[in-house]
């Protein structure tokens, strides 16, 4: 009982943490961003349509599970540095999600 709800208040965590920073994102996209400057409003994504929640959705679990970017490019200072820190965070997390359970698993044998 106690692995399981122990499971689930990881995941539970995990994609909190990734909600979090999707929201983050869409609005520094949106309405921190100036949209006249030359670097746009800080992500560009494929397609060319303006993106929705699960384009950003899409980002923040890209980021929170590889630490890295994919096909959507970062055009501004402000929005590399967020996308810096969600990856540093998941990465911390990740690992310490890794390490808990060999730690488990390890305690099961």
Same mark, same amino acid.
């Given at each position: 009982l106690h692995i399981g709800l122990s499971v689930l208040a990881l995941a539970s965590s995990w994609l909190f943490i990734q909600t979090i920073f999707t929201f983050r994102y869409a609005h520094r996209y949106y309405f921190e961003e100036k949209q006249d400057e030359p670097d746009g409003p800080g992500l560009q994504f494929p397609g060319g349509l303006d993106p929705d929640y699960f384009d #950003? %959705?899409?980002? @923040?679990?890209? +980021?929170? &599970?590889? =630490?890295? +970017? =994919?096909? +959507?490019? +970062?055009? *501004? /200072?402000? &929005? /590399? /540095? $967020?996308? &810096?820190?969600?990856?540093? %965070? *998941? #990465?911390? #997390?990740? &690992? $310490?999600?890794? @390490?808990? *359970?060999i730690n488990v698993v390890a305690g099961l044998l």
């Amino acid at each position: 009982l106690h692995i399981g709800l122990s499971v689930l208040a990881l995941a539970s965590s995990w994609l909190f943490i990734q909600t979090i920073f999707t929201f983050r994102y869409a609005h520094r996209y949106y309405f921190e961003e100036k949209q006249d400057e030359p670097d746009g409003p800080g992500l560009q994504f494929p397609g060319g349509l303006d993106p929705d929640y699960f384009d #950003f %959705l899409y980002y @923040a679990f890209v +980021v929170g &599970m590889t =630490s890295q +970017v =994919s096909d +959507v490019q +970062v055009t *501004s /200072r402000e &929005m /590399r /540095r $967020l996308t &810096m820190v969600h990856g540093v %965070l *998941s #990465f911390g #997390f990740n &690992m $310490l999600i890794l @390490a808990l *359970s060999i730690n488990v698993v390890a305690g099961l044998l």
